[in-house]
């Protein structure tokens, strides 16, 4: 059945007047809106655009998160526009920075504000998919009459948020449809291509943040959740993504405070000097593939000295 808007605001007053905030997170978001940010939500349409001067400091403020985007966003798009759909990469501010879709479909994704340069933050949009997002950090879908304000309830928005190398909140990327066909599991399945979509993003902004470094993934966690250390050539850990930081409950400037990878994982790294001196003995047969005179050459030592050695251990 169709929700009208009269019928949409209606509805939302109630669930807010009920106290539904307490037992659902849409409801939650309803009150936000309501409460905290004073949106009416049978408002025709806000002042969330930037000029284009605006938009380029936006851009420009975002660093490498748009360049490093492109690629998983042109791909997420040919996954996904087929289904009518749009994407959008959001900055922390809901900013719309980036967007794909069908040049048959620009107009009406125009109107509804799903374009560049175009504010969708709580504060500015109500509930919605990319504002929801950021303001709980955490992949969300918002459907339809879920939406704020009226003018959105024709969209169906799934959202996952962007971590930047040091755990901080730092995009969103979502995809919207207007399509109201659209199977329920089918809208389930857009919403996980859009997080491994997020997830691909903070692999490659991490990497980038850490470009010496070894990267460890957390055991105990999913592959899929991206739970990474970025180790240096000390086996001291010098950054780690916000899963492992989570899963590990590790927090402030790792490469200011590095912690031993091996007191994080709980492991006996053996810190004597006998054996750190095995260790590098260890390093030096392997690369010379098991020959002796040409590890002892590569440590500097002589042939019988590094037997003796060996003999110790």
């Known amino acids: 059945m169709h929700t009208t808007a009269s019928q949409h605001v209606t509805r939302i007053e109630a669930a807010i007047r009920s106290g539904q905030a307490a037992r659902s997170s849409v409801a939650a978001s309803w009150a936000r809106s309501a409460t905290l940010y004073h949106l ?7 002042e969330n655009r930037l ?5 380029a400091v936006a ?3 975002s660093g490498t998160l748009l360049p490093t985007a492109a690629p998983h966003l042109d791909r997420l798009f040919h996954s996904v526009g087929g289904l009518g759909a749009c994407i959008v990469l959001a900055d922390v501010e809901g900013v719309a920075l980036d967007r794909r879709g069908n040049v048959g479909d620009d107009r009406d994704f125009a ?8 504010a969708w933050s709580e504060a500015r949009a109500g509930t919605n998919g990319i504002g929801t997002c950021l303001a709980e950090g955490r992949a969300v879908t918002i459907h339809r009459d879920q939406h704020f304000l009226a003018r959105n309830i024709g969209l169906s928005c799934s959202s996952a948020p962007v ?21 329920e599991a089918v809208s389930g399945l857009i919403g996980a291509t859009v ?33 990474t250390l970025a180790v240096d ?21 790792l490469a200011a405070s590095p912690r031993p990878l091996a007191d994080l994982l709980g492991q006996d790294a053996g810190d004597g000097f006998e054996d750190a001196e095995r260790a590098v003995i260890a390093r030096a047969l392997a690369r010379s ?25």
């Open 233 to 253: 050539a000390n086996d001291l850990v010098i950054g780690a993504t916000r899963a492992a930081r989570l899963h590990l409950n590790l927090s402030g400037n």
């Open 163 to 183: 971590f930047g190398p040091e755990g901080e909140l730092m995009a969103v990327i979502d995809v919207s449809t207007a399509r109201s066909d659209l199977p």
């Open 195 to 227: 997080t491994e979509a997020a997830r691909r993003v903070e692999a490659d902004l991490f990497s980038q943040r850490f470009p010496r470094a070894r990267l460890v993934l957390v055991p105990g966690t999913e592959r899929g959740i991206g739970a």
């Open 289 to 313: 593939g098991g020959n002796i005179s040409a590890a002892a050459r590569a440590l500097g030592l002589s042939r019988a000295t590094l037997h003796r050695k060996l003999d110790r251990r």
């Open 40 to 46: 009416d939500p049978a408002a025709a349409r806000l």
């Open 51 to 55: 000029t284009a001067s605006e938009l």
């Open 111 to 118: 109107s509804a504000g799903l374009w560049t340069g175009t």
């Open 59 to 61: 851009c420009e403020r």
